[in-house]
T-cell receptor, first 115, second 115 residues
Framework: AQSVAQPEDQVNVAEGNPLTVKCTYS??????LFWYVQYPNRGLQFLLK??????LVKGSYGFEAEFNKSQTSFHLKKPSALVSDSALYFC?????????????FGRGTQLTVWP | DTEVTQTPKHLVMGMTNKKSLKCEQH?????MYWYKQKAKKPPELMFV???????INESVPSRFSPECPNSSLLNLHLHALQPEDSALYLC??????????????FGSGTRLTVV
């Protein structure tokens, strides 16, 4: 069965400091991995995805994520956080073998960047 | 056009009312999805349409009735809802009909309140 774990409900970081939002996954086979961000009362916005190739994926708004197959992790990172990065972040996994491309979401991590 | 458009943005309805949510995309995506999201929680899959056919119904109560009139439109018909159905309803689409490496494009959602 496919599953995604985001072990932290809340991450707090000072503006200008690096941030990490953690994600681990469990799938049968090689997954497609995604990060989405959600601002209050809005839909989810795509940040980045890992399909294959380079383990370091660069995405929107200066975010990047590192795929680690041995640790089955896909942590989201940014070298220097902004107050405007404060939002709810979801990690998601999609089984390559799925014919309907169903996304499985983690429970979400609330990122707060304080000035 | 790279958007998924949902209308209305807000809806308040009584438990005896009938209403519909609408979702539209003109990106040529062949898979469309309805999700329900409670505050600070991950989206929960309700329905999947692939090539205009209902592919997944996640045991959703019959008071929710999806419809896909054509490849660009997705409706969710609501009837005799309960207060616990109050949530953000998200529509999403995917380029590949559900297969492959593509993520979802989400709409901004309809905030539904059942009184």
């Amino acid at each position: 069965a496919q599953s995604v774990a985001q072990p932290e409900d809340q991450v707090n970081v000072a503006e200008g400091n690096p941030l990490t939002v953690k994600c681990t996954y469990s799938v049968s086979g090689n997954p497609y991995l995604f990060w989405y961000v959600q601002y209050p009362n809005r839909g989810l916005q795509f940040l980045l995805k890992y399909i294959t190739g380079d383990n370091l994926v660069k995405g929107s708004y200066g975010f990047e994520a590192e795929f680690n197959k041995s640790q089955t992790s896909f942590h989201l990172k940014k070298p220097s956080a902004l107050v405007s990065d404060s939002a709810l972040y979801f990690c998601a996994v999609r089984d390559r073998g799925s014919t309907l491309g169903r996304l499985y979401f983690g429970r979400g991590t609330q990122l707060t960047v304080w000035p | 056009d790279t958007e998924v458009t949902q209308t209305p943005k807000h809806l308040v309805m009584g438990m005896t009312n009938k209403k519909s949510l609408k979702c539209e995309q003109h990106m040529g995506h062949r898979a469309m999805y309805w999700y329900k999201q409670k505050a600070k929680k991950p989206p929960e899959l309700m329905f999947v349409y692939s090539y205009e056919k209902l592919s997944i119904n996640e045991s959703v109560p019959s008071r929710f009735s999806p419809e896909c009139p054509n490849s660009s439109l997705l409706n969710l018909h609501l009837h005799a809802l309960q207060p616990e159905d109050s949530a953000l309803y998200l529509c999403a689409s995917s380029q590949d009909g559900g297969q492959g490496a593509y993520g979802y494009t989400f709409g901004s959602g309809t905030r539904l309140t059942v009184v």
